[in-house]
Every structure is written in structure tokens, then in C-alpha cells.
């Protein structure tokens, strides 16, 4: 790379078989995107973000960069001290806010298995530092994990079990809380913020790295989705609790432990008009595939303030290879989307986004061209939880260059200036 000394690079990472984390003394950092290795830029590599994660991929040999010759090798082995010891990959998963830039640089002819649902990140080690590939998109003080302490959760568990029974609702929310350690279901006991509200047990999708359902021996879900109908006493008992006491209220339906909530639509509508006899306070959120168009407008008519429709692509090839959707297709989601606009909700895109797929020419232009179409406020990039090696199997072949994510995002305020973009759900009322 012109200008650019090889050896200021962060040196790769390894991990012996009990996951322990070293740097290699030689071998430099390179990451993926897609499945091309790449030397990652200097301004595409930040420290990482304190409350990130480090993943060590079993049976997938680290790829590094000779510093001298400029060689990509996969590294399978190190001896030091006379021992020899075999490596493997590192990966990072960066802290609520950040999106990556780079898929970690492994060899996966060996691994064999499917990696749980993670968004395995480029990381390298410099100066005393981890250096992750990736960039902040938003800060907010609401999702960030310094502000999420147990200490306060189990007390604020009990004062509001005392408060308010032990509903079967409630009971889900506090394993949400305790054993997921989802942020959502801790504010709903702390009582600020966004809280969640599952109801759905069921959905019309299959998507490749749903957080709530997989088949059997495929991988763990990371979520437990909710197993029971929720009664629309219990939804308005807690939405009314928090939407009249928490600041910057949100309650969101369409949450990771569940299904998707327009499956629970008539429940979802009786229980707003509900809610909203009680408090104009806070706003009601909907987080959901779109599938159904007519169902998103009656939930919005009964009083939905804000929607987040979810989507990997605006291409439907790639679409139907991720959600694998059934009696819908992705014009139905865009539909959904141009009529929440027109119903006046705040209308967002829970866009998932993976490197060397999203950011290729051929997307930036649909997606440019679907929000032109329908008139998003506010687009998330959220990375997408999948085995990276598993998503680019099913993603179809195209013949469409990646720039990077950075350059598309650039691309994207270009094209689309009234267009927010950011990561977390907001509160509009
Ligand atoms: S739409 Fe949501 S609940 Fe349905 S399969 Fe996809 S991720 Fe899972």
C-alpha cells in the first residue's frame, strides 16, 4: 500500500486451544471484506470500544500479512520456547454504537461447524491496544453499557415484583433481564428508556441468523423466544407503568426473544387503544419485518408512534436468501414501509449491515433508490449476528464491486440528506 509501512500495522491475533489471546511477533492484522483479504486502512481502524467482546474461532487458522514481502498466509501454527502450539482466529464484537468495517481474516476450511450468532469484527494488537476495524455511527447515553450495573438490577427486580405481581409477562422479562442480559428488559425494572414488550411466539420469515430460532443442530439461538400468549391486561399494566414513569419512555414490540409481532397484530392494536386511554406519555414503538402491510396499518392506526422495519437488502435476491420469507415477499416489506410514512409514523430501517455485501455498488443504489421511493426518516446500520462464512454461501454472486462501509455511508448522506442514520431507537413523542 503506497505510502504506508507494512509493519505500522497492529500484529495479528492467535488463540491457543484454550482460547487464550496472543499477538504473533511477526504476522500483521489484514480483515475481510466479503471473502477478499484486505489490508484495513488507518482510518477504518479505531481502539477498540472498552465494553466489546474477544471471540476466539475454534478450528479456523488465522490469516496475517508478512510484513516484508507482503505475502497473505494462514497462520496454523507458532512455536515459541521450543513448543509448538496451534493457532486460531481472534474476533472481536464491538460495543453498542460502532459498526465494523472488517470481517476477521480466518481460514475456514477446517472449521466445520456454525459460529453462533456474533458479528465477528477485524481485531489486531498495537501499542499496549487492541485496534478493531470499525467506526462509531451514534453515541447514546441509553445504550451504553457503562450505565447498565446488576448491582442496581436484582433490588429494582424485586421493588417492582412487589409493586406489580408476578404476571407470566413479567416473569419472561426478568429472565430477558437476569439471563439474556438484554439492556431493554433492565430499563423496564429500572424504569427509564426503552423497554421491551414480547408477544409473539410465531413468524412468517426463516431468516439465516434469527437471534430466537434455529433448527435443531444448527447452532444455539442466543434468545429464549417467548413460549406463551401474553394477556392484554398484562402488556397494558406494564406499558402504562412505563411509558407514565420512565424518562425518554419507549415501549418497543418486536423484540429478540420473540417472533415478529405482526403475527400478535389484533393483540398489539387492542393493547395500544388500551395504553393510550391511560397516557399521551412516551412513545410506542414497532420493530418488525413488515410483512404485512395491512396489518402495520392497523397497529398504526390505534396509535403506533414510531416503526422499525428490518431488512439485509433492498435487493430481493439477497433478501429472500437471508429471511427466507413465506407468503410475503420484499415488496410487501416496502409497501409496509411507504405506508407508515404516509400513516405519519417516524418510520426506520433496522438495516443489516455485513462488509463486501452491503456496501456494494449495486446495493447503495437500490437502497438509495428504495428510500427515495418510500421517504425514510432514519436508517440503523446495525451488523448483522451471522458465521460470516455461512452468510456469504447463501448471499447470491453478483458482479457489483464493495467500497467499504464508510465510503457508503458517505455515498448514502450524499444521495439521501434528509435521511438520519444512526443505531438505537429514539423517542418522537
Ligand atoms: S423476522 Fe425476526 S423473528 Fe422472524 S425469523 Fe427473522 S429475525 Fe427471527
Not at 458479528?119 to 485496534?131: E, Q
Not at 413479567?170 to 423497554?195: D, I, P
Not at 447452532?219 to 406499558?239: D, G, L, W, Y
Not at 464493495?402 to 439521501?416: H, R, S, T, W, Y
Request: proline residues 7%; charged residues 25%.
Amino acid at each position: 500500500m503506497v505510502g504506508r509501512n507494512l509493519k505500522d500495522l497492529p500484529f495479528m491475533l492467535y488463540a491457543d486451544s484454550k482460547g487464550r489471546v496472543y499477538e504473533h511477533p511477526f504476522y500483521r492484522m489484514i480483515g475481510f471484506l466479503g471473502e477478499s483479504p484486505e489490508i484495513v486502512k488507518e482510518d477504518d481502524l479505531i481502539p477498540m470500544p472498552e465494553y466489546s467482546k474477544l471471540f476466539y474461532l475454534p478450528n479456523c487458522a488465522p490469516m496475517g500479512l508478512d510484513p516484508v514481502t507482503g505475502e497473505i498466509k494462514s497462520i496454523r501454527k507458532i512455536e515459541v520456547g521450543g513448543e509448538v502450539t496451534k493457532c486460531y482466529g481472534v474476533a472481536a464484537f464491538l460495543e453498542p454504537g460502532f459498526v465494523r468495517t472488517h470481517l476477521p481474516a480466518v481460514d475456514y476450511s477446517e472449521k466445520g461447524y456454525c459460529l453462533p450468532m456474533w458479528a465477528y469484527t477485524a481485531v489486531g494488537f498495537k501499542d499496549d491496544k487492541y485496534w478493531v476495524a470499525g467506526f462509531r455511527i451514534e453515541y447514546n447515553k441509553a445504550w451504553d453499557p457503562r450505565y447498565f450495573d446488576d448491582k442496581e438490577l436484582i433490588p429494582a427486580i424485586q421493588k417492582y415484583q412487589s409493586r406489580h405481581g408476578e404476571g407470566p409477562l413479567l416473569k419472561h422479562l426478568v429472565g430477558c433481564a437476569t439471563k439474556n442480559h438484554c439492556f431493554a428488559a433492565k430499563n423496564l425494572f429500572l424504569e427509564r428508556w426503552e423497554a421491551p414488550m414480547p408477544v409473539s411466539q410465531a413468524c412468517n420469515a426463516e431468516c439465516l441468523g434469527c437471534l430466537s430460532f434455529q433448527n435443531e443442530g444448527f447452532c444455539e439461538p442466543s434468545h429464549e423466544r417467548i413460549s406463551f400468549r401474553p394477556s392484554k391486561k398484562e402488556i397494558v399494566s406494564i406499558a402504562v407503568n412505563h411509558l407514565e414513569k420512565a424518562p425518554a419512555a419507549i415501549i418497543s414490540f418486536g423484540q429478540g426473544c420473540e417472533g415478529d409481532p405482526l403475527t400478535e397484530a389484533g393483540l398489539i392494536e387492542e393493547s395500544i387503544e388500551e395504553i393510550r386511554k391511560h397516557t399521551p406519555r412516551g412513545t410506542i414503538n414497532l420493530n418488525t419485518n413488515g410483512s404485512q402491510p395491512e396489518k402495520v396499518r392497523a397497529i398504526a392506526e390505534s396509535g403506533l408512534d414510531s416503526i422499525r422495519i428490518s431488512l439485509n437488502s433492498a435487493r430481493a435476491g439477497f433478501y429472500r436468501a437471508y429471511y427466507r420469507p413465506r407468503g410475503y415477499d420484499l415488496e410487501d416489506v416496502i409497501e409496509s414501509i411507504s405506508l407508515s410514512r404516509k400513516l405519519g409514523l417516524y418510520t426506520m430501517l433496522n438495516y443489516l449491515v455485513f462488509p463486501g455485501i452491503t456496501d456494494q455498488k449495486a446495493e447503495i443504489k437500490a437502497l438509495t433508490d428504495l428510500v427515495k421511493k418510500t421517504g425514510v426518516n432514519f436508517i440503523h446500520l446495525k451488523n448483522l449476528n451471522i458465521d460470516p462464512e455461512l452468510y456469504l454461501e447463501k448471499m447470491p454472486r453478483v458482479d457489483s464491486p464493495a467500497v467499504g462501509l464508510k465510503n457508503m455511508l458517505a455515498l448514502l448522506k450524499e444521495e439521501l440528506p434528509s435521511v438520519e442514520f444512526g443505531y438505537f431507537n429514539k423517542t418522537v413523542r
